[in-house]
């Protein structure tokens, strides 16, 4: 069967390169993709967001299974046109995304039904916001209600720190009408995990364990980003909080949003962090993670295509992972995440041994040289026996490459080894 992935980051580039390795699939399609994506699908010149084209192309090229990366496109409804048009797409409707697109629908949804999560309350009024943080208790969480590109949070160590965020989303529209209305949050203090599952209605099989490092700067310092790197497994999670972690958090949400109308399709993932009251929700998200995806996928060893087509037929399906760990470091452009600059040129050895690399923000020139677009640009990973090893080898490898123009944290991976 042909397959066709929705997206053009280092989440998108792991994805193919897994469905690639199907015994069921014969061509993996990607849109728009980048350049470095080569190696495990052909690129389909379409945007994101250019919904009817994506649509057309499906049926001519007879697509029988779409999966879908970011999240704009998942809130914008792709899934229902590809349904509506009688194309299989692994990925949530419109109305489920919204666990993910509007942040106090998620916070709705998990008080209805009991699922833990930090208190908070939602302003669309600077005073009437302002108030409220006076009487709150430092470190508090401000929150964008829509999507912003992970960057729509700030935790904030001060209440000047507070203060300005708040201004900045409801007066000065800093993130347009994602942030016309903010939550106010809780701020949870523990260990914070990424755990994701597949899910089809209230059939949910998780995923293993993955931790991004979310700031920008060594010791997790900084300001919020997409990701900076990740890793797999996730020993100071033990199995005991994951399993709770499914029975309070995953399940119920699947079936919570089943109740609720909006059977969910796809992956479900939840941003978590270990509190002395157990696991809690600090956010949903309706697709892969990125860069967990890119530590993940290639630790699984069942082939994912195989899974979510019986998954998507109502089961049974189990999921079998390797016992190596996996690590990986996000290379982006300096400045990164403000705004981007310039491009600079890639000088990337062909062979970098049994390390992954994964592409994100590349595009390529008429000789083929690759030049950096946007802020994170590739992410290097490796397997190893344990984390350290699997530390070592992609640090190793990062230290004799010429990166000018780029960074990259030292440390991914401090949490885990000591
Ligand atoms: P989010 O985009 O909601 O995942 O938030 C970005 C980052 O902010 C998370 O990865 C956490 O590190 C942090 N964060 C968000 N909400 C909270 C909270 N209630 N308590 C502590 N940290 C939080
Ligand atoms: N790594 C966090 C995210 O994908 O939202």
Same mark, same amino acid.
């Given at each position: 069967?042909?397959?066709?992935?929705?997206?053009?980051?280092?989440?998108?580039?792991?994805?193919?390169?897994?469905?690639?390795?199907?015994?069921?699939?014969?061509?993996?399609?990607?849109?728009?993709?980048?350049?470095?994506?080569?190696?495990?699908?052909?690129?389909?010149?379409?945007?994101?967001?250019?919904?009817?084209?994506?649509?057309?192309?499906?049926?001519?090229?007879?697509?029988?299974?779409?999966?879908?990366?970011?999240?704009?496109?998942?809130?914008?409804?792709?899934?229902?046109?590809?349904?509506?048009?009688?194309?299989?797409?692994? /990925?949530?409707?419109?109305? /489920?995304?919204?666990?993910?697109?509007?942040?106090?629908?998620?916070?709705?949804?998990?008080?209805?039904?009991?699922?833990?999560?930090?208190?908070?309350?939602?302003?669309?009024?600077?005073?009437?916001?302002?108030?409220?943080?006076?009487?709150?208790?430092?470190?508090?969480?401000?929150?964008?209600?829509?999507?912003?590109?992970?960057?729509?949070? %700030?935790?904030?160590?001060?209440?000047?720190?507070?203060?300005?965020?708040?201004?900045?989303?409801?007066?000065?529209?800093?993130?347009?009408?994602?942030?016309?209305?903010?939550?106010?949050?809780?701020?949870?203090?523990?260990?914070?995990?990424?755990?994701? /599952?597949?899910?089809?209605?209230?059939?949910?099989?998780?995923?293993?364990?993955?931790?991004?490092?979310?700031?920008?700067?060594?010791?997790?310092?900084?300001?919020?980003?997409?990701?900076?790197?990740?890793?797999?497994?996730?020993?100071?999670?033990?199995?005991?909080?994951?399993?709770?972690?499914?029975?309070?958090?995953?399940?119920?949400?699947?079936?919570?949003?089943?109740?609720?109308?909006?059977?969910?399709?796809?992956?479900?993932?939840?941003?978590?962090?270990?509190?002395?009251?157990?696991?809690?929700?600090?956010?949903?998200? /309706?697709?892969?993670?990125?860069?967990?995806?890119?530590?993940?996928?290639?630790?699984?060893?069942?082939?994912?295509?195989?899974? %979510?087509?019986?998954?998507?037929?109502?089961?049974?399906?189990?999921?079998?992972?390797?016992?190596?760990?996996?690590?990986?470091?996000?290379?982006?452009?300096?400045?990164?995440?403000?705004?981007?600059?310039?491009? $600079?040129?890639?000088?990337?050895?062909?062979?970098?041994?049994?390390?992954?690399?994964?592409?994100?923000? $590349?595009?390529?020139?008429?000789?083929?040289?690759?030049?950096?677009?946007?802020?994170?640009?590739?992410?290097?990973?490796?397997?190893?026996?344990?984390?350290?090893?699997?530390?070592?080898?992609?640090?190793?490898?990062?230290?004799?490459?010429?990166?000018?123009?780029?960074?990259?944290?030292?440390?991914?991976?401090?949490?885990?080894?000591?």
């Amino acid at each position: 069967m042909k397959v066709l992935v929705i997206g053009r980051g280092g989440r998108e580039h792991s994805l193919c390169e897994k469905i690639k390795s199907s015994h069921l699939v014969s061509k993996v399609f990607v849109a728009p993709g980048n350049p470095g994506m080569a190696n495990v699908a052909e690129q389909v010149a379409i945007n994101e967001g250019d919904h009817e084209q994506l649509v057309s192309f499906a049926h001519g090229q007879k697509i029988s299974l779409v999966f879908i990366g970011p999240e704009q496109p998942l809130v914008e409804g792709l899934t229902d046109r590809f349904s509506e048009a009688g194309i299989k797409v692994f /990925a949530p409707s419109q109305k /489920a995304a919204e666990i993910e697109g509007s942040k106090t629908y998620a916070k709705e949804l998990m008080i209805k039904y009991g699922i833990p999560t930090a208190d908070y309350k939602v302003f669309r009024e600077f005073a009437e916001a302002k108030a409220y943080l006076d009487q709150c208790q430092i470190p508090i969480v401000i929150k964008a209600d829509g999507l912003a590109a992970g960057k729509g949070v %700030v935790v904030a160590e001060t209440r000047a720190e507070a203060e300005e965020a708040l201004r900045e989303m409801l007066l000065d529209e800093k993130f347009g009408s994602a942030s016309s209305k903010v939550i106010i949050e809780e701020f949870l203090d523990g260990e914070e995990f990424s755990f994701m /599952a597949l899910v089809h209605g209230d059939l949910v099989i998780p995923l293993d364990v993955a931790q991004d490092h979310k700031r920008a700067f060594d010791g997790d310092a900084g300001p919020n980003t997409g990701g900076m790197g990740s890793y797999s497994p996730v020993p100071q999670i033990s199995k005991d909080v994951l399993d709770t972690a499914i029975e309070t958090i995953l399940r119920p949400t699947a079936e919570a949003l089943l109740k609720e109308g909006r059977s969910f399709t796809g992956i479900l993932y939840a941003g978590l962090i270990l509190t002395s009251g157990g696991p809690k929700v600090i956010e949903f998200n /309706a697709r892969f993670g990125d860069p967990e995806t890119q530590v993940l996928l290639p630790r699984l060893k069942s082939d994912l295509v195989d899974v %979510v087509v019986r998954l998507m037929q109502g089961g049974p399906v189990e999921l079998s992972w390797s016992n190596q760990a996996m690590l990986g470091v996000v290379v982006a452009r300096e400045g990164y995440p403000e705004e981007s600059r310039e491009g $600079v040129q890639l000088d990337l050895p062909n062979d970098l041994g049994d390390l992954h690399l994964y592409y994100s923000g $590349v595009i390529s020139d008429a000789e083929g040289n690759f030049t950096s677009s946007g802020g994170r640009i590739f992410l290097l990973a490796a397997l190893g026996d344990d984390l350290e090893e699997a530390q070592n080898k992609v640090y190793d490898c990062l230290n004799t490459l010429k990166l000018p123009g780029l960074f990259h944290r030292n440390d991914i991976g401090f949490r885990a080894i000591k």
